[in-house]
T-cell receptor, first 116, second 117 residues
Framework: GAVVSQHPSRVICKSGTSVKIECRSLDFQATTMFWYRQFPKKSLMLMATSNEGSKATYEQGVEKDKFLINHASLTLSTLTVTSAHPEDSSFYIC????????????FGPGTRLTVL | AQKVTQAQTEISVVEKEDVTLDCVYETRDTTYYLFWYKQPPSGELVFLIRRNSFDEQNEISGRYSWNFQKSTSSFNFTITASQVVDSAVYFCALSPPIYNQGGKLIFGQGTELSVKP
């Protein structure tokens, strides 16, 4: 139980294009999903908290117009990196919190984004 | 302010050795949750344990054990008889309850464990 998937696992794109990353909870409903960014050899940095049916809450310093988050259903949240630049290259990880279990986050396998 | 400190950046052991990963946290909340996650080279974070602030009982799961001490604000993780497959980055994390900041996870910097054959 508590499986979270991400798609794609790897993506390479040209500078200026937009990239969409999907995060799905496969066997549970997630009212809340989280998006993190991780640089090499570093810890996870929370970008935003996504609640189903409402606007995402972004952490300080995260550009909401650049990192668009949509949480349209209880099993799917998407992160769109708009007009990507090389500095956006990173490992993006989502997590989902079970509706019934209030505090444990289960993580997806991550998406490696490379912007050329 | 809430903070998690994992002072050990890297640890290297030889297979079958015991190893302890330290985690010290700071919080003013009386109710909070502590977690350990494992991140193998594949990148996915694997949930290992969740402990609430009112439960100071130590826990053992196979070769893994956790020592939670509120008096020292520590939540240390011990691997007994380490194996090569234990090589990974281990993260300790703290979260307040959902009604406080939405239960956001505050991660430590991680400890990279390398178990050599």
């Amino acid at each position: 139980g508590a499986v979270v998937s991400q798609h794609p696992s790897r993506v390479i794109c040209k500078s200026g294009t937009s990239v969409k990353i999907e995060c799905r909870s496969l066997d549970f409903q997630a009212t809340t999903m989280f998006w993190y960014r991780q640089f090499p050899k570093k810890s996870l940095m929370l970008m935003a908290t996504s609640n189903e049916g409402s606007k995402a809450t972004y952490e300080q310093g995260v550009e909401k117009d650049k990192f668009l988050i949509n949480h349209a259903s209880l099993t799917l949240s998407t992160l769109t990196v708009t007009s990507a630049h090389p500095e956006d290259s990173s490992f993006y990880i989502c997590s989902a919190r079970q509706q019934a279990s209030t505090d444990t986050q289960y993580f997806g396998p991550g998406t490696r984004l490379t912007v050329l | 302010a809430q903070k998690v400190t994992q002072a050990q950046t890297e640890i290297s052991v030889v297979e079958k050795e015991d190893v302890t990963l330290d985690c010290v946290y700071e919080t003013r909340d009386t109710t909070y949750y502590l977690f350990w996650y494992k991140q193998p080279p594949s990148g996915e974070l694997v949930f290992l344990i969740r402990r609430n602030s009112f439960d100071e009982q130590n826990e053992i799961s196979g070769r893994y054990s956790w020592n939670f001490q509120k008096s020292t604000s520590s939540f240390n993780f011990t691997i007994t008889a380490s194996q090569v497959v234990d090589s990974a980055v281990y993260f300790c994390a703290l979260s307040p309850p959902i009604y406080n900041q939405g239960g956001k996870l505050i991660f430590g910097q991680g400890t990279e464990l390398s178990v050599k054959p």
